[in-house]
């Protein structure tokens, strides 16, 4: 009996629903799932507001007992020490930020370019062994890098990438995943936009330029967050095939400071993970809806 | 004047008729050499003795019979603890970021946008930034937090080395692998259920679906088992992909008394400081093998039947 009070109190008059899935407004019977929902984002929110908290300490307070969720005397004092403290390896900090940025606009600009050309033509374009390629595309995503990291660094010393700063970028331009999402977002486009293009005479390079680029935005910002946030915390190429410091990525800088763990150190690394986390996030509120307009149509099927 | 013209068009009709293949070859071209090759290369070395300076010798299946025979380390530590990683985090993660799309598909828009941001947040920090994290929260001296915490309730009375410790370390890491499980499989399954049609459960409540459980099991779930089926596989991938947070967190590879070994530790551990390439290679091969049978499994399941 209430459930069907509740039942035609959702569909009387054809009223917008505003229980269920997407709801259109607030309605009381959401507050159960805020009940455990806001619960939970807090517990996961509380490591990251603690460093971002600690990265702004002076060292007294990182020092204080008991461990604070606030500061009384913010200060950059940590981001001062995290440039400072590369005296000693004689390559300013600023040399390993300018090589991750370096590294991840390359990688964001190739990523993009790769998923949409061959997103394109996996979708759009028949040839006899396109499904061949779908299936090992598919597959890609499964593959493990750590798994074959042997073989890989071979291939990286027969290709001379080996103490090459390209090592930080050709590798992971291979990410099957972008261009798997990409390629299942280009499907939903109709066919006849392309067809009424190729009748005027426009090539494959054209289409890709003027109509296909355009049209796959949400797809093109998923792969640009996903390239971003792989760039920015890049350390696998400084760490095992590079042996100069001058091509090596502000990530492993970051890493071998707080490789130390003491007190005093914390800040700095504190603030360097702020510096790694901040710019990920930001990003992925910027290009929220694209993103999840993309993974609508990232289904395997 | 008139040929050179005719040669470029030439060229032209070359470009466009074998255009899928020219903007298809940068990219095959990497796949093969950074994926097909070493998968390829781990396959071929695994049935030899290779240890970088000698060229590898065959050996047939003597390195997978000590693998399960020999290892004493694989079978009592990195497969137990692969498995329960894999078990808490691979499918326990799956499961949780299940529930929370699902909760969060139940609210308005905009605060659905804020806490999906909080949920996902934690997924971007990959390694570095990982172990800095946690090694604030669980953090030997009494100002670690959890440490802190506990000191105060006085369920204990002295600091505990949580990350020193082989009793402790694999909880840590299942708490910091459940804590970054949300990533893009969660966001697809978010995604893939918002977007689903609703009058499937309009129709579903007049065929006599009554609640929100049976609503989950007969509506949502079969509505989007493509985008499901995607999320297992991250979710199998990012779970046997983890090397890093057992050594970062302690610190240490091997990790104190192996309790936070897992298999792509072990490669490293073999290939990369014993220089037993080919015995690492089979490890390797085994790795492989199991995510490819597990992500067969998964499509078992969520195989769209026609």
């Known amino acids: ?301 | 004047m008139r040929r050179k013209q005719k040669g470029f068009a030439a060229q032209r009709r070359f470009t466009d008729q074998y255009s899928h293949w020219i903007l298809l070859s940068p990219y095959v071209l990497l796949f093969v050499l950074f994926i097909i090759i070493p998968v390829g290369a781990a396959i071929g070395l695994s049935f030899t003795d290779f240890n970088t300076i000698a060229k590898p010798s065959f050996t047939g299946l003597a390195n997978y019979i000590n693998l399960l025979t020999n290892d004493a380390v694989f079978m009592q530590k990195v497969l137990p603890n692969t498995l329960m990683y894999a078990v808490f985090v691979g499918l326990g993660g799956y499961i949780l970021s299940f529930l929370m799309a699902w909760s969060l598909a139940q609210l308005t828009k905009r605060p659905r946008m804020l806490l999906t941001v909080i949920l996902y947040s934690p997924s971007v920090t990959g390694g570095v930034l990982l172990s800095t994290i946690w090694s604030f929260v669980f953090s030997g001296d009494k100002r670690g937090l959890v440490n802190y915490v506990l000191l105060k309730l006085e369920l204990i009375e002295t600091p505990i080395q949580f990350l020193k410790s082989p009793e402790y370390l694999m909880t840590v890491m299942i708490i910091v692998g459940l804590w970054s499980s949300m990533g893009i499989g969660f966001l697809a399954i978010l995604s893939g259920i918002v977007n689903a049609d609703t009058e499937l459960y309009e129709a579903a409540r007049i065929d006599g679906v009554r609640n929100r459980f049976q609503e989950i099991i007969y509506v949502t779930i079969p509505s989007i088992k493509p985008q499901m089926l995607f999320g297992a596989v991250m979710a199998i991938v990012n779970t046997f992909k983890d090397a890093g947070t057992g050594v970062l967190l302690s610190g240490a590879n091997p990790t104190p008394d192996y309790a936070g070994q897992l298999i792509a530790n072990h490669i490293d551990d073999y290939g990369f400081i014993r220089y037993e390439m080919g015995y690492a290679s089979a490890i390797s091969t085994v790795l492989l093998l199991l995510i490819y049978v597990l992500s067969r499994v998964v499509s078992r399941i969520f195989a769209e039947r026609e």
């Open chain 1, 1 to 301: 009996m209430k459930r069907n009070r509740r039942f035609e109190k959702r569909h009387k008059g054809g009223r917008i629903r505003s229980v269920g899935v997407n709801p259109r407004s607030f309605e009381r019977g959401q507050l159960k799932i805020y009940a455990y929902l806001v619960p939970i984002s807090i517990v996961m929110l509380l490591p990251i507001v603690y460093i971002i908290v600690s990265a702004f300490k002076p060292v007294d307070e990182l020092f204080a007992y008991p461990p604070r969720f606030y500061v009384k005397n913010p200060t950059f004092d940590n981001f001062r020490r995290l440039f400072e403290i590369s005296a000693d390896t004689n390559i300013p900090a600023s040399r390993y930020l300018f090589n991750t940025l370096v590294i991840t606009v390359v990688r964001m600009a190739g990523n993009a370019w790769i998923a949409v050309s061959v997103g394109y033509v996996l979708s759009k374009k028949n040839f006899r062994s396109k499904n061949a390629l779908l299936q090992i595309n598919n597959a890609a995503l499964m593959f493990v890098s750590v798994a074959v990291a042997i073989p890989t660094y071979f291939v990286i010393v027969y290709t001379h990438l080996y103490n090459n700063f390209l090592v930080n970028i050709i590798p992971a331009l291979v990410a099957p995943t972008g261009v798997f999402l990409t390629k299942q977002f280009i499907d939903q486009l109709p066919d006849a936009l392309m067809e009424a293009a190729v009748i005027d005479g426009a090539s494959d390079y054209l289409i890709l330029r003027k109509i296909v680029f355009p049209l796959v935005r949400p797809a093109l910002s998923t792969v640009l967050l996903l390239s971003f946030q792989g760039s920015w915390i890049e350390v696998t190429a400084s760490q095992m095939y590079l042996d100069s410091e001058t091509g090596k990525t502000f990530a492993y800088y970051i890493g071998n400071l707080s490789l130390g763990g003491s007190v005093s150190t914390q800040g700095v690394a504190a603030a360097g993970a702020l510096i790694m986390f901040l710019p990920s996030i930001i990003l992925f509120i910027v290009l929220q809806s694209g993103v999840m307009n993309t993974m609508a149509h990232s289904g395997i099927k």
